[in-house]
């Protein structure tokens, strides 16, 4: 079995695409990672031949398309932005959500009508609310199914406290104007006491704030999350306003073996359960980070819930299972299901 995977640029996503990469070639399985945006699909397609493609179904063109009707045998799974009666209570110019186009809409029909591809669409929502989010693409004759984000046991696996990273606070991640309206109101007055609170920041884009540190190497980002205090959880605007957007960095904190502060996603309760302390208001957030910082042991009990948590339901292996399960290769997701707990995580 081979299995293409298609990214587009650096971001969360194209981590958990290289999440379900490492998963993959772990047990044994062929894969391999295309950038859509640099490479031809007739070339990747024409060299690889895979049996089980994923992708995007924004990103699909004449090139990609014609790919796939060359290829009856294969399986595809695309990621796709919203399609469902929900859109009717959002305004689309407010809030920056990913909603399939029409034009989208008409391909994938066309698509489906005459190839049965693809099997599936997804999006990193509870199951749950994938039904409420994806439920129109049913009507053309496509499942909308929940491949929720995951913790990549290759990459932030056995981390290590470094003192050179030892913080109150520590916190990888970008920052925009949209994203910023959270950060501004959570993170931001807490940098303003320097002498309360030691805070590192790390990202690929510049902070406006003197605690910010520059890049961090991917393989230090683990060690980061146990050598600080908190690692806080800061998510868009809309994940509060709608409560499915499960982000990334959840995972990564809770199998690192970090422990989590968060604000408020109505998602992350019912996926986290007690293993990430939540806080509804900037005001919360700074109270239950203060009282964390001077209350170690308690917060390593929970953290070592988070992680038990991430372990047995959300790691890269967990995902791929589910997507050979919605390729129809039941068997071969069953049975690395059932392996899951042998791999050293």
């Known amino acids: 079995m081979k299995v293409l995977i298609s990214s587009d640029g650096i971001h969360a996503h194209y981590f958990q695409r290289v999440a379900w990469l490492n ?15 640099n490479v031809s699909a007739f070339d990747v397609f024409d060299s690889f031949e895979p049996d089980i493609f994923l992708g995007q179904s924004y990103n699909l063109d004449e090139a990609l398309v014609k790919c796939l009707y060359e290829r009856p045998h294969l399986k595809v799974g695309l990621r796709a932005g919203d399609w469902g009666s929900h859109e009717k209570e959002i305004n689309q110019n407010q809030w920056n959500m990913l909603f399939a186009s029409e034009k989208e809409k008409r391909l994938l029909k066309k698509l489906k009508d005459e190839t049965g591809k693809p099997d599936f669409v997804h999006i990193h929502y509870l199951q749950e609310d994938v039904n409420k989010t994806h439920e129109y693409f049913q009507s053309i004759g496509i ?9 990549d046991t290759l990459m932030y696996g ?11 606070i520590g916190f990888v991640g970008g920052y925009w104007p949209h994203k910023g309206l959270i950060i501004n109101e959570y993170l931001f007055p807490m940098l ?6 030691k805070v590192k920041i790390f990202g690929n884009q510049r902070w406006p704030v003197n605690q910010y540190c520059g890049y961090i190497e991917d393989n230090q980002v683990k ?3 146990v050598s600080a205090k908190v690692c806080p959880n800061l998510s868009e605007p809309h994940a509060h ?6 982000n990334e960095r959840i995972f990564k904190i809770l199998f690192s073996g970090g422990f989590c502060v968060s604000d408020y996603c109505k998602a992350y309760e019912k996926v986290f359960n007690d293993g990430v ?6 005001e919360e957030f700074r109270e239950k980070i203060d009282y964390y910082i001077n209350n170690q042991e308690e917060a390593k009990s929970i ?7 991430v372990l047995s339901n959300h790691t890269n292996f967990h995902r791929i299972s589910d997507i050979l399960k919605y390729t129809g290769n039941n068997e071969l997701s069953k049975k690395l299901l059932k392996a899951i707990p042998t791999f050293n995580l």
């Open 303 to 309: 953290a070592k819930k988070g992680r038990q948590t």
């Open 23 to 37: 998963a993959f070639r772990a047990v044994g399985i062929e894969a391999q990672l295309w950038d859509c945006k």
């Open 143 to 151: 499942p909308a199914k929940s491949l929720m984000m995951c913790a």
């Open 192 to 197: 303003n006491d320097i002498d309360k609170y």
């Open 158 to 168: 056995n981390a290590i406290a470094d003192p050179k990273l030892k913080c109150d």
């Open 241 to 246: 306003a709608f409560g499915v957007d499960v």
């Open 277 to 282: 302390v939540l806080a509804k208001t900037g």
């Open 223 to 225: 060690n980061l999350f």
